[in-house]
């Protein structure tokens, strides 16, 4: 079973930490030793996991990301919202975190991070859980 998660996003460009999100998705799946697979079914939006302890990196991988990709530029597509397309191959629209002990295993300063890029919208990520189940 695919499962969702849904985020709501509130300006052009933003990371949302769904970490905590993911952590309750992998309890209702029961899945104690595995991997959750994290899948972006946008076009303009991306994930990531890095560094969820000081907002200022998340602050600063957006503003490099606006500077080699600017929102106006010589580009074709006419929805006008190149940038955003570009920076979510960039970015990349999956992650794989490992399951151990019915918790994602990250490093102390990870977080697992939705990236908006045309925002604001209503988005969501599909999750997989697989793995090793509770034995009753
Ligand atoms: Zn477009």
Redesign the pocket.
Known sequence: MVRYINVKSRARTEFIDITDKVQEVLKEAGIVSGICYLYVPH??AAITVNEGADPSVQRDIQAVLNKLVPFEGDYH?R?G??S??IKASLVGISETVLVDEGRLVLGTWQSIFFCEFDGPRHRRVALKCLGDKKSS
């Open positions: 076009t303009t597509h929805e919202n190149s955003a397309h």
